[in-house]
């Protein structure tokens, strides 16, 4: 909490847990409680709740 991250970093990694019935990857990030946009090479478009995104 409170790390400064950089382009290129791996922040996590995909998979399941708990009751889920697909891999997938919860990230959230914000600066002095404020939510920030997030932004992903090569995928266009907002991110949004219910978004299914395949590379």
Known sequence: MGE??????VLGEVGNS???T???L?????RDG???????TG??????RG???RT
């Not at 919860?26 to 914000?30: F, M, S």
């Not at 404020?34 to 992903?40: A, N």
């Open 22 to 24: 697909e891999p997938h």
């Open 4 to 9: 400064a991250v950089y382009a290129g970093q």
């Open 26 to 30: 919860h990230i959230h990030a914000e």
């Open 43 to 48: 995928i266009t478009g907002p991110l949004c």
């Open 34 to 40: 404020l939510g920030l946009d997030l932004e992903f």
């Open 51 to 53: 978004r299914t995104i």
């Open 18 to 20: 708990g009751n889920s």
